[in-house]
């Protein structure tokens, strides 16, 4: 199984850094952050003035926790330092928030973090066209750029299991043996819908034998017919994070989808779980611009920023996504590389989720999974 669509170039520096020396230089990056106030939504810290259509300020709509407190200290501040630009943190990038600003014409925030499962579903006419310089990055590639967004780390969700599973040590290799409960036997649980992130059609499929560069469109109601016959052996659908690897160190599963950041943790603690890359699904968190920001330019800034090597080597060895140029990969310690995401080695047997699929199909799927859950 091949990334879809696209992998990764080869890029290869004369510069290695160890993991050591990478979070020294992402403390110099930080610009000596640890006696700094890090940067909040109410602006405290600036270099300059902030209000107007200036380019001395920058408001970001994100998710908050800890992502952002890596994100903070390893980009936007370091890039307020080199520029004199303020970063500000809001957020959450709501749709309903965006749309209303856009439509007011009271514009907030400048720039979101999201993707095109974000972007999609509320409209492009709601967000700017990137610069040029923006949409061809070296070493980015170009399917995780879009005129209106602008990719800075890959996630994945994966099939891992307990290693107190009687199957254990001859693992599973697929979805197909995650839908197969004889040989494989014990309770599952996959990504429901209540939370508004799509589930896991696309493992439903896999499980049933299709083809991972075969599975866009969905067939929605092949992936229905396959999550009926794993429902009973579901006792809950995971919706936050945390969920699948508490249910699988509990032993309330022998198996589950995850994301690769939170069992890859579980795993290097010592908690009694597996995973295997095969057949996951990475996603693009992507920055937006919002159509109409005040500080358009300064956004486009802070999006080209983010996107370089040493940047992103920084950030993603402090918060274990995948980074998005795959020039930072040379940058890392190399152990530590090969378990992110965007590892040439692990995109080999990955495919990527199609957002513009479920910017289109979203609400519908959404709302049919909530009632087969229900009954």
């Given at each position: 199984?091949?990334?879809?669509?696209?992998?990764?170039?080869?890029?290869?520096?004369?510069?290695?850094?160890?993991?050591?020396?990478?979070?020294?230089?992402?403390?110099?990056?930080?610009?000596?952050?640890?006696?700094?106030?890090?940067?909040?939504?109410?602006?405290?810290?600036?270099?300059?003035?902030?209000?107007?259509?200036?380019?001395?300020?920058?408001?970001?709509?994100?998710?908050?926790?800890?992502?952002?407190?890596?994100?903070?200290?390893?980009?936007?501040?370091?890039?307020?330092?080199?520029?004199?630009?303020?970063?500000?943190?809001?957020?959450?990038?709501?749709?309903?928030?965006?749309?209303?600003?856009?439509?007011?014409g009271t514009i907030e925030w400048d720039v979101i973090a999201g993707g095109p499962g974000t972007v999609l579903p509320i409209g492009r006419d709601y967000f700017e066209e990137l610069p040029d310089?923006?949409?061809?990055?070296p070493g980015v590639d170009h399917s995780y750029v879009d005129r209106n967004w602008l990719t800075y780390y890959l996630f994945s969700v994966v099939l891992a299991w307990s290693t107190k599973a009687?199957?254990?040590?001859?693992?599973?290799?697929?979805?197909?043996?995650?839908?197969?409960?004889?040989?494989?036997?014990?309770?599952?649980?996959?990504?429901?819908?209540?939370?508004?992130?799509?589930?896991?059609?696309?493992?439903?499929?896999?499980?049933?034998?299709?083809?991972?560069?075969?599975?866009?469109?969905?067939?929605?109601?092949?992936?229905?017919?396959?999550?009926?016959?794993?429902?009973?052996?579901?006792?809950?659908?995971?919706?936050?994070?945390?969920?699948?690897?508490?249910?699988?160190?509990?032993?309330?599963?022998?198996?589950?989808?995850?994301?690769?950041?939170?069992?890859?943790?579980?795993?290097?603690?010592?908690?009694?779980?597996?995973?295997?890359?095969?057949?996951?699904?990475?996603?693009?968190?992507?920055?937006?611009?919002?159509?109409?920001?005040?500080?358009?330019?300064?956004?486009?800034?802070?999006?080209?920023?983010?996107?370089?090597?040493?940047?992103?080597?920084?950030?993603?060895?402090?918060?274990?996504?995948?980074?998005?140029?795959?020039?930072?990969?040379?940058?890392?310690?190399?152990?530590?590389?090969?378990?992110?995401?965007?590892?040439?080695?692990?995109?080999?047997?990955?495919?990527?989720?199609?957002?513009?699929?479920?910017?289109?199909?979203?609400?519908?799927?959404?709302?049919?999974?909530?009632?087969?859950?229900?009954?």
């Amino acid at each position: 199984m091949k990334a879809s669509p696209g992998r990764f170039p080869s890029h290869r520096s004369s510069l290695h850094i160890t993991r050591r020396d990478l979070l020294t230089r992402g403390s110099a990056l930080a610009g000596g952050l640890a006696a700094a106030t890090l940067v909040s939504g109410c602006g405290g810290g600036s270099s300059g003035p902030s209000g107007g259509g200036g380019g001395d300020r920058v408001v970001v709509a994100d998710w908050g926790g800890a992502l952002v407190e890596a994100e903070k200290k390893y980009i936007f501040d370091p890039f307020s330092k080199e520029t004199g630009i303020e970063v500000v943190v809001a957020g959450p990038p709501t749709g309903a928030r965006i749309k209303a600003m856009v439509e007011t014409g009271t514009i907030e925030w400048d720039v979101i973090a999201g993707g095109p499962g974000t972007v999609l579903p509320i409209g492009r006419d709601y967000f700017e066209e990137l610069p040029d310089r923006l949409l061809d990055i070296p070493g980015v590639d170009h399917s995780y750029v879009d005129r209106n967004w602008l990719t800075y780390y890959l996630f994945s969700v994966v099939l891992a299991w307990s290693t107190k599973a009687p199957w254990a040590k001859r693992g599973m290799k697929g979805w197909q043996d995650f839908w197969d409960v004889q040989a494989f036997p014990g309770r599952r649980t996959l990504r429901g819908a209540d939370n508004g992130v799509p589930p896991d059609m696309e493992f439903a499929l896999l499980g049933d034998g299709v083809v991972a560069d075969r599975l866009y469109p969905l067939d929605v109601e092949r992936a229905f017919v396959s999550l009926d016959r794993l429902k009973p052996h579901v006792p809950q659908w995971w919706v936050s994070g945390a969920q699948p690897g508490q249910m699988l160190v509990g032993e309330q599963v022998a198996a589950s989808s995850i994301f690769s950041g939170r069992v890859g943790a579980l795993k290097n603690s010592g908690a009694p779980v597996d995973f295997t890359w095969n057949g996951g699904m990475f996603e693009l968190a992507s920055w937006s611009v919002i159509k109409g920001a005040p500080h358009k330019e300064a956004a486009f800034k802070l999006m080209e920023y983010s996107l370089r090597p040493e940047v992103q080597a920084a950030v993603w060895s402090n918060y274990p996504n995948g980074p998005a140029n795959s020039k930072a990969l040379d940058l890392m310690d190399k152990d530590f590389a090969k378990t992110l995401p965007s590892h040439p080695d692990n995109l080999e047997v990955q495919f990527m989720q199609n957002g513009e699929w479920w910017g289109e199909h979203r609400d519908a799927v959404l709302k049919r999974f909530q009632t087969f859950a229900a009954t």
